[in-house]
């Protein structure tokens, strides 16, 4: 069983977020970079299969170079290869362009039985790229994927739906995207980072796979950030002091529900 992985190095969600002095980035000063959440499960079903059915497992980015610390904590995890695709700054929020690179990358280096991904990513990707690339691929795809079985040629993926779950038959090859509960990803054993270290990573430029970056980020691009604005900070709450008077407190509260807060 051949898996692709494809993973995102996103900022940690505990990181203090800066507009960046263009006003359409964050600033990256102290920020630390992970492999995205949703991507961990992605990869720990991948290297479970690996473990039971045998095979391997490549895991892929497309990002600045800063993507390969990511690749080598996938590495340690289990992973037995890695692609990464350098670039990345100028294509921030478009998830066609990064599904374009990326499946691009996947049939260079492929074929594989099972494309993997996060149901999302921590970034800018929207949800839409794993979809994107089995589009591209021409490849069945099942996102939200929360249990798994593999049968021969066949697998049955089960995923959340809005008030409920739905069972999905499809051919492999496919592309899935991991829902968090379908397992508990492993951390990097001591031996595992140690072994990263060694492996020599495979880096392709969007040029290497007949892709004009420029192009991307320009002409062809469906979506870019024009602007980024943090959430405007919280007021002090209001306290209602009931005690010697509740009907009064209910009164005014009321009242504050109806004139400042508008929520009757």
Same mark, same amino acid.
């Given at each position: 069983?051949?898996?692709?992985?494809?993973?995102? @190095?996103? +900022? !940690?969600?505990?990181?203090? =977020?800066?507009?960046?002095?263009? %006003?359409?980035?964050?600033d990256?000063?102290?920020?630390?970079?992970?492999?995205?959440?949703?991507?961990?499960?992605?990869?720990?079903?991948?290297?479970?299969?690996?473990?039971? #059915?045998?095979?391997? $497992?490549?895991?892929?980015?497309?990002?600045?170079?800063?993507?390969?610390?990511?690749?080598?904590?996938?590495?340690?995890?289990?992973?037995?290869?890695? $692609?990464? $695709?350098?670039?990345?700054?100028?294509?921030?929020?478009?998830?066609?362009?990064?599904?374009k690179?990326?499946?691009?990358a996947? #049939?260079?280096?492929?074929?594989? !039985?099972?494309?993997?991904?996060? *149901?999302?990513?921590?970034?800018?990707?929207? *949800?839409?790229v794993?979809?994107?690339?089995?589009?591209?691929?021409?490849?069945p795809? $099942?996102?939200?994927? =929360?249990?798994?079985? =593999? %049968? !021969?040629?066949?697998?049955?993926? @089960?995923?959340?739906?809005?008030?409920g779950g &739905?069972?999905? &038959?499809? +051919?492999?090859?496919?592309?899935?995207?991991a829902?968090?509960?379908?397992?508990?990803?492993?951390?990097?054993?001591?031996?595992?980072i140690?072994?990263?270290?060694?492996?020599?990573?495979?880096?392709?430029?969007?040029?290497?796979?007949?892709?004009?970056?420029?192009a991307?980020?320009?002409?062809?691009?469906?979506?870019?950030?024009?602007?980024?604005?943090l959430?405007?900070?919280?007021s %002090?709450?209001?306290?209602?002091?009931?005690? !010697?008077? +509740?009907?009064g407190?209910? #009164?005014?509260?009321?009242?504050?529900?109806?004139?400042?807060?508008?929520?009757?």
């Amino acid at each position: 069983m051949k898996s692709c992985v494809l993973m995102a @190095h996103v +900022p !940690d969600t505990a990181s203090v =977020i800066k507009v960046g002095a263009g %006003g359409n980035r964050i600033d990256e000063g102290g920020i630390k970079y992970i492999v995205s959440p949703y991507d961990e499960y992605a990869l720990e079903e991948a290297i479970k299969l690996k473990e039971s #059915r045998g095979g391997d $497992v490549t895991v892929m980015t497309y990002a600045p170079k800063r993507g390969e610390a990511g690749l080598r904590e996938c590495l340690a995890r289990g992973a037995d290869a890695a $692609v990464h $695709v350098e670039g990345g700054e100028t294509t921030l929020g478009d998830a066609l362009s990064i599904a374009k690179v990326l499946a691009a990358a996947i #049939r260079k280096t492929g074929p594989y !039985d099972i494309v993997w991904a996060g *149901a999302k990513g921590g970034g800018t990707d929207n *949800a839409l790229v794993g979809a994107m690339v089995a589009e591209l691929l021409d490849l069945p795809h $099942v996102s939200s994927v =929360i249990k798994l079985e =593999i %049968g !021969d040629g066949r697998l049955v993926a @089960h995923r959340e739906i809005e008030g409920g779950g &739905e069972v999905v &038959e499809s +051919p492999i090859p496919c592309v899935l995207t991991a829902m968090k509960g379908l397992n508990e990803p492993r951390y990097p054993s001591l031996k595992g980072i140690m072994a990263a270290k060694k492996v020599a990573i495979q880096t392709l430029k969007p040029a290497d796979l007949g892709l004009d970056e420029g192009a991307l980020a320009g002409a062809e691009a469906r979506c870019a950030v024009r602007k980024l604005e943090l959430p405007a900070a919280k007021s %002090g709450g209001t306290i209602l002091k009931g005690e !010697d008077d +509740p009907a009064g407190a209910a #009164r005014q509260l009321a009242k504050l529900l109806r004139e400042q807060a508008k929520a009757i």
